[in-house]
């Protein structure tokens, strides 16, 4: 073991830790977990602890399903709603095969190996998020309902925003674990909250959205209340939205800040690269029937285009300087896997850098109230599920980057979603039963 491991193995024994979560993803982004001993630690970091990997969807089949999981010490965190006596911790793991190969399913490895690809060409990838979701109330059997938890808009305050107890205490509970939010407040929708964190590199932002979704669930479970993130979750009010903000650095500057003439030339050929792209990653960014409802209204994009001040194109350049200079991707929501979505992301910009690709006129028009004629000067991102699916199938792009298997599994399985909303009478009870606990 090396020195992290070692501290890492003294911190248990030092802070009566008394269970440990090592914790994964599947495919889809679903945060899973198996619980070790203290004692079982340090086997988990040189062997590994091995579980079934064929009991989650799109990772092996019954003939080769032991997988290893791995924990990566840099990301031990205590849980601080567990007991302070007979404390609880989580890692995040790597997961590997038993021959120490690593397993190409594994959501962390595919991003470290972005990241990679970027230090490879000088440049570093940061990502902060916007996260959006609803709290719902619960039924007299503690099970989740439609009902908001209150009817408050848009920054709105107590009494009639209710979830600032809930979203303080989110915020309070993250930075005991380590991660800074930035800001919180009551959205549009009622019931609809948001609460943004500050950039970090691409694997940690990917992780620590991993653990916000966490915590936002047990947050709000233990208010007596259930949190939402599907993309739509009551028609005609506002949808939910994981807007990114990603900066490039290069050598210690930002390169995506505005000069007095223009932005960074590397920096607008990433962003056209992601541009060029939008329409293949999609599936990757929106993976639910439900997503495809949020887009054309109350500020999600549906057009692929680009602005700076202006906030109905899929990419923004917000007005900040300095270190804060960044472009703000407005489609991907909270449902979408952090690991993949981040991954292609990172790809489809280096691509465009590698290919000297430019950026086309920024647009200056309200996508959102535009005639026809405007809008026919603009490319649409795909319209739902099925032609989301059907891009990224026939994406050169998105095969060579992600592996055969996993693209295969995912293809597979978000048909067979999209096959059974169209063919199913009622469609909200299908998107209901397909998403709304998990989500």
Known sequence: MNDTMNEVVQFIEENDVKFIRLAFCSIFGIQKNISIMPGELTRAFTDGISFDAAGLPGFTNVEESDLLLFPDPTTLSVLPWRPQQGRVVRFYCDIKYPDGTPFEGDGRHLLKRAVARARDMQLTCAFGTECEFYLFERDENGE??????????????????????????????????????????????????????????????????????SVVKTMAAGAGLFASFLPKPIAGKSGSGLHLHISLFQNGKNLLEVGPERHNRVSEAFIAGVMARAAELTLFLNPLTNSYTRFGEFEAPKYISWSHQNRSPLVRIPSARGEFSRMELRSPDCAANPYLAFTLLIHAGLDGIEQELSLPAPCDENLFKASDEVLAR??????????????????????????????????????????????????????????????
């Open 144 to 213: 989740p309902t439609l009902r908001p938890h209150d009817h408050a808009s848009y920054c709105d305050i107590a009494p009639l925003d209710r979830g600032e107890n809930v979203r303080r205490q989110i915020c309070l509970t993250l930075e005991e674990m380590g991660i800074q939010p930035e800001s919180s407040h009551h959205e549009y929708g009622p019931g609809q909250n948001e609460i943004d964190f500050k950039y970090s590199g691409a694997l940690e932002a990917a992780d620590n959205l991993t653990t916000f979704r």
């Open 378 to 439: 603009y490319a649409a991102l795909p319209a739902d599920l099925g032609k989301a699916v059907a891009l990224a199938r026939g994406s050169e792009f998105i095969a060579r980057r992600l592996p055969e298997r996993i693209l295969t599994n995912y293809l597979s399985a978000k048909q067979s979603e999209w096959e059974r909303y169209v063919s199913a009478d009622d469609k909200l009870a299908v998107e209901r039963d397909m998403y709304f606990r998990h989500y």
